[in-house]
């Protein structure tokens, strides 16, 4: 009970792991880059699956529409975390867009942290838009009644 009390005013103890630091130390250092991989994610699903959506939504029961579908599906197969192993082989380490491991903190170059997220929040964003873009297909179906 004390830990769970502690917990609530936000004290979450020492780490077991990291010598002489807090775990409220250690989430404090890591939560800006938190945020900044959420909000570039939630920037590329509200880009990407709105107008795809609205596309699929229009046509319905044409050819785009059975093509976005059948994409969305399979990408919708394919777990986060491979899609960004896939990301980080091709355009790190083939086409050499940027150096994997190199991040740069965003107390140094806050663009330069933020570009390097734009491949980890794709992978967190493509299986995303595939929801995405059903919502807004399904909107359709919605004013139609």
């Not at 570039?40 to 029961?61: K, N, T, Y």
């Not at 192993?85 to 790190?92: E, Q, R």
């Not at 150096?99 to 663009?111: A, L, N």
Request: proline share 5%.
């Amino acid at each position: 009970m004390d830990w769970l009390s502690g917990a609530v005013r936000g004290d979450f103890g020492a780490s077991y792991y990291y010598d002489n630091m807090t775990v409220g130390e250690l989430l404090s250092d890591r939560l800006p880059v938190t945020v900044m991989l959420a909000v570039i994610s939630l920037l590329m699903i509200l880009i990407c699956s709105v107008p795809l959506g609205l596309l699929c939504a229009r046509g319905a029961g044409g050819v785009l529409d059975h093509a976005v579908n059948q994409i969305l599906q399979t990408v919708m197969a394919v777990p986060s975390f491979f899609l960004g192993i896939l990301l980080t082989y091709a355009f790190g380490l083939v086409l050499h867009w940027f150096q994997p491991g190199q991040f740069v903190e965003p107390s140094e170059s806050f663009f330069g942290a933020a570009s390097y997220l734009v491949f980890p929040a794709l992978a967190v964003a493509l299986p995303k838009n595939c929801h995405g873009g059903e919502v807004f297909e399904k909107c359709r179906v919605v004013r139609a009644v």
